[in-house]
């Protein structure tokens, strides 16, 4: 049959209680020992017996370890302090906010008119001068604006006039190459086509002023090219009114009846 099971109480026997507390305390060096080594765990294991002497047992060292321990556990403590602390900050922070987002909506619709029965002379004065000092600072401001904008309009305006007088000197500049460009071209047409038309005029000249010379020349016409008409027209000899004097020769007189 297997072991029953050990019921834990305190042993009344003094000497048997003397005797489990030798062994179970060696058992527990033993284990703390083995937890340190096997888990590499920094162990620190402190007893006191019922006549108050001490044992004690540390993998690294006593002190260090219970250096440590005092600061986790009033970090832990500080933290609590500190959270309950702050929870309170913020829940006052929180209630003084309220008010204020309470106090600004009831000033928001007195602003706009509402709410206006609870307030005195006083309280509707001081609302008075808050109104006129906004709508100061209101007109102030749109005044800025258009200012603002007047003057963006200017600087535009000054923009397109430079571009403008650019364009227009470059347009003259143009025109004045396109006018020299016609004239040399006109030059050098005239130029090709001044022998023929000088000639022309001579002959008719010629035939003019010698009227006594023999029929064939005086009936003679004078021929003109017709792409060489440039403002002059070729004058038959019949349209000419001759001059009122006698003929000089029979030729002329048959001719001219």
């Not at 006039?161 to 460009?181: A, F, P, W």
């Amino acid at each position: 049959m297997g072991r029953g099971r050990v019921q834990l109480r305190r042993i009344e026997n003094k000497i048997n209680r003397q005797v489990t507390f030798s062994k179970r305390r060696n058992g527990l060096l033993k284990k703390a020992y083995e937890l340190s080594v096997l888990c590499d765990a920094e162990v620190a294991l402190i007893i006191f017996s019922t006549r108050g002497k001490l044992y004690e047992f540390a993998s690294s060292s006593m002190n260090k370890t219970l250096e440590r321990y005092e600061k986790c556990s009033y970090a832990m403590q500080d933290t609590t302090v500190v959270s309950d602390r702050d929870a309170q900050n913020w829940h006052q922070e929180v209630t003084k906010l309220k008010g204020k987002v309470e106090l600004l909506q009831r000033s928001q619709r007195h602003l706009l008119g509402e709410d206006l029965g609870p307030l005195n002379v006083k309280e509707l004065q001081q609302l008075e001068r808050q109104l006129e000092v906004a709508l100061t600072q209101l007109r102030s401001r749109k005044t800025q604006v258009m200012l603002d904008q007047i003057e963006e309009l200017r600087q535009r305006e000054r923009l397109l006039h430079e571009v403008n007088k650019s364009l227009q000197k470059k347009l003259s500049e143009t025109e004045g190459r396109d006018t020299i460009t016609g004239i040399e071209q006109t030059s050098n047409t005239n130029t090709g086509t001044n022998g023929p038309w000088d000639s022309s005029i001579t002959n008719t000249t010629y035939a003019l002023s010698h009227p006594q010379q023999n029929s064939n020349s005086s009936l003679h016409r004078v021929d003109c090219e017709p792409t060489l008409q440039i403002g002059y027209q070729p004058v038959p000899p019949e349209s000419i009114d001759p001059p009122h004097q006698p003929p000089h020769n029979q030729y002329m007189q048959g001719w001219w009846i």
